[in-house]
């Protein structure tokens, strides 16, 4: 489920990427934005997937000792801690990511469970007498942080069929921080947590989209000590979004806008636009929005 945060961000990047190519009369807006959201989506059932398939070679292994010609006591009697995982046995594959090669994924998966099971981790947890569910729950985060959101190999084919993969990457590693830390069921995803979430994502859109003229009006208008044709595309459309919020969500206490899309140029502009922004909206709060109320 994404958060406003994550709603603002994909918002912003359907907007920059209509705005590279707005020339183009085929360019839908409404489809960009709903592939951008379906690229979350599609990035969440993978990681899930991958948690999957590390369970199932880990299985596997123990059921190919077992037929070793000379197998050793720990062989016959395996210890089954981690395929018993009460996290990673609630994953299931039927939302399993078919744009994606299942020997890479296996390939991989495979040297993950090898790096795993050499971590100080790991091996306390397979040598820990009882159930936990708190040491579950850690030990499954941690597999994620370390061997999965923050593997090279993962990006490299995670790359290949989504531009938004870097931001992806990490919404959906916090969507599963959530979820399994309060319990969740991990194998379905909702894109808005409620209706009212929804409707913020494509009212903020449709409504920054079609007043774009008169937002810009009202920037170059505050901007008037900067040169307007050096600002910034992206702080352009982070002033705009901000500016349309503003206007169109009295639900939203303006602080709150302000530091959601200050905190956005930092991430997404230049080292400079945190000030710029800051600056263009405070005067808009105080020079035009207090007046009007």
């Known amino acids: 489920m994404l958060p406003r945060r994550h709603i603002r961000i994909k918002v912003f990047q359907s907007l920059y990427t209509y705005s ?3 020339k183009h009369q085929s360019f839908d807006l409404k489809k960009e934005f709903s592939k951008n959201l379906e690229s979350y989506r599609t990035l969440y059932y993978l990681i899930i997937y991958l948690l999957f398939t590390i369970r199932v070679i880990a299985k596997k292994e123990i059921n190919t000792n ?3 010609l000379l197998p050793k006591a720990h062989d016959l009697n395996p210890n089954k801690k981690f395929i018993n995982n009460s996290i990673l046995k609630k994953i299931t594959s039927k939302e399993k990511n078919t744009k994606i090669d299942d020997i890479k994924v296996n390939n991989v998966s495979k040297k993950i469970f090898k790096k795993i099971k050499k ?3 790991y091996n306390e947890y397979m040598h820990q007498d009882e159930n936990n569910l708190k040491i579950e729950k850690t030990l499954v985060l941690k597999i994620l942080k370390t061997h999965i959101i923050s593997n090279e190999e993962i990006h490299d084919f995670i ?3 989504s531009i938004y993969w870097n931001d992806d990457l990490l919404m959906v590693y916090n969507t599963l921080l959530e979820k399994i830390n309060n319990d969740h069921n991990i194998n379905i995803l909702k894109l808005f947590r409620q209706k009212e979430d929804k409707n913020f ?4 859109l449709e409504k920054t989209i079609k007043n774009t003229d008169k937002l810009n009006q ?3 208008k505050l901007a008037e000590n900067w040169d307007i044709e050096r600002i910034a595309l992206s702080d352009l459309i982070i002033m705009r979004m901000a500016i349309t919020e503003m206007k169109s ?3 939203i206490p303006h602080k709150v806008t302000l530091d959601e899309y200050i905190d956005i140029s930092k991430e997404y502009s230049s080292p400079k636009s945190k000030e710029f922004v800051n600056g263009i909206l405070d005067k808009y ?3 035009i929005l207090e007046k009007k109320l």
């Open 20 to 22: 590279q190519k707005f």
């Open 66 to 68: 077992k037929k070793k």
């Open 119 to 121: 971590t100080k981790i």
């Open 159 to 161: 790359e290949e069929h």
């Open 201 to 204: 994502a494509y009212e903020l």
């Open 218 to 220: 009202d920037i170059y």
């Open 249 to 251: 969500f009295a639900n």
């Open 285 to 287: 709060t105080k020079d």
